[in-house]
């Protein structure tokens, strides 16, 4: 039981260049969840998902795009990079609305 | 928006002692809970815990709804205990699931 997942855990990019991160867990949870940490603040939501083929915009979605094709998996996609971007994504998931959430180890993403 | 606040900031402890964490919301919750990420970046559950009282070993938290706080205990510490300690709260009035992180409060714990 591997809980939850992330690929990749590090990764730099140029401006304007793509990539997506991947969050998957076995945990067959309903909900789950994409949010970005940055230095010396707590977590802030970008996207979430309540289901199988749904997502929804959290407190900071502009310049991200999400998409939960298959329960166990939630992308997140940076269609052009930004140095605004920098930041440590966290995924996470919870069986509902209010249950607790487990996160993944995180993917720190350097955009120059 | 809701609001989360926590205190005190930065935290340091003699390995052994106790403390006391306090998180303050703005509006009425559905859903609070506290988190642990210790200094390789790993966020841990610690609680689920929108009103009442729970324990887990040496940590136990509380959640006074109707006053809009809840505290975190933890007692005996431990130089693992080191790290930043998250609430995080959900509004009753969402429809989604969007819980607003505080700023957390750092603790060290020296042996």
């Known amino acids: 039981n591997a809980g939850v997942t992330q690929t990749p855990k590090f990764r730099v990019l140029k401006t304007g260049q793509s990539m997506t991160l991947l969050c998957a867990q076995d945990?067959?949870?309903?909900?789950m969840y994409w949010y970005r940490q940055d230095p010396g603040m707590g977590l802030r939501l970008i996207h979430y998902s309540v289901g199988e083929g749904t997502t929804a915009k959290g407190e900071v979605p502009d310049g991200y795009n999400v998409s939960r094709l298959k329960k166990q998996n939630f992308l997140l996609g940076l269609e052009s990079a930004a140095p605004s971007q920098t930041s440590v994504y966290f995924c996470a998931s919870s069986y509902g609305k209010t249950h607790e959430q487990f996160f993944g180890p995180g993917t720190r993403l350097t955009v120059l | 928006g809701i609001q989360v606040e926590q205190s005190p900031p930065d935290l340091i402890l003699q390995e052994g002692a106790n403390s006391t964490l306090r998180c303050n919301f703005s509006?009425?919750?559905?859903?609070l809970q506290w988190f642990h990420q210790n200094p390789w970046g790993q966020l841990i559950n610690l609680f689920y815990?929108?009103?009442g009282t729970k324990q887990n070993g040496r940590l136990s938290a509380t959640t006074v709804a109707t006053e809009r706080y809840s505290l975190l205990y933890i007692s005996s510490s431990q130089t693992t205990d080191s790290g930043v300690y998250f609430c995080a709260v959900e509004r009753e009035e969402t429809s989604g699931s969007r819980l607003t992180f505080g700023e957390g409060t750092q603790l060290t714990v020296n042996p």
């Open positions: 945990m067959n949870h309903e909900y």
């Open positions: 815990i929108p009103s």
């Open positions: 509006d009425s919750v559905n859903n």
